[in-house]
């Protein structure tokens, strides 16, 4: 069984310039979230999907911000014009969440930590 | 709005000491989830366990044991005879059956 995979797991950058990262889940969950993390805080909910369908988004995704997640397998998030702000660790997590069970707990990948110079 | 607060920031002791991480979280919510996180140097988010609002019993895993007191809206994990390999920051977070909501973390830092 394998984890949350994430790629690049680095990721440094000029500002203005776009970026793109990938995330897979653990096959068989229907969910998948993006998160982000700064320096000495806790992950911050950035969005997320059932399947293929976008269900939330937080008020930190600005226009600049988008994700995507075809055919509800692996998914995708792009930063557009990235700014210095947007340096940070951006985390993937997916879950199984079934109707009858209730499992909510959350697998993360390792991350990929983004510098915007 | 929910919130979850782990007001020790950092955490010293030395091995084989036991050590207690305090969480108290904030929800209107009647139905709702806590966990416990580790985060090791290497940057993983790890999972340790749920609890669901309607279970109050402590929970034991080996070294580890957690006690949710909801009368506190407290959840708070101890680590009985700490090792090196225990240093880590630990992460509280509440959920609603969505996104997660994490506290600033607590820094544990295991010395020999």
């Known amino acids: 069984d394998t984890g949350v995979s994430q790629d690049p797991r680095h990721k440094i950058t000029k500002r203005g310039q776009n970026v793109t990262f990938r995330c897979d889940p653990i096959?068989?969950?229907?969910?998948l979230y993006w998160y982000r993390q700064t320096l000495g805080q806790g992950p911050e909910f950035l969005t997320y999907?059932?399947?293929?369908?976008?269900?939330?988004k937080s008020r930190l995704l600005s226009d600049r911000f988008s994700a995507e997640r075809p055919k509800g397998s692996f998914s995708t998030l792009e930063i557009q014009r990235t700014e210095q702000g947007d340096s940070a660790m951006y985390l993937c997590?997916?879950?199984?969440?079934?109707?009858?069970?209730?499992?909510?707990?959350?697998?993360f990948g390792p991350g990929t930590r983004l510098t915007v110079t | 709005a929910q919130k979850v607060t782990q007001a020790q920031t950092e955490i010293s002791v030395v091995e084989k000491e036991d050590v207690t991480l305090d969480c108290v979280y904030e929800?209107?919510?009647?139905?709702?989830?806590l966990f416990w996180y580790k985060q090791p140097p290497s940057g993983e988010l790890v999972f340790l366990i749920r609890?669901?609002?309607?279970?109050?019993q402590n929970e034991i895993s080996g070294r580890y044991s957690w006690n949710f007191q909801k009368s506190t809206s407290s959840f708070n994990f101890t680590i009985t005879a700490s090792q090196v390999v225990d240093s880590a920051v630990y992460f509280c977070?509440?959920?609603?059956?969505?996104?997660?909501?994490f506290g600033a973390g607590t820094r544990l830092a295991v010395h020999p």
């Open positions: 929800t209107r919510d009647t139905t709702y989830y």
């Open positions: 977070a509440l959920s609603e059956a969505r996104k997660l909501i």
């Open positions: 999907f059932q399947n293929e369908a976008q269900l939330e």
């Open positions: 609890r669901n609002s309607f279970d109050e």
């Open positions: 997590a997916s879950s199984l969440v079934l109707v009858t069970s209730g499992s909510y707990e959350q697998y």
């Open positions: 096959s068989e969950h229907n969910r």
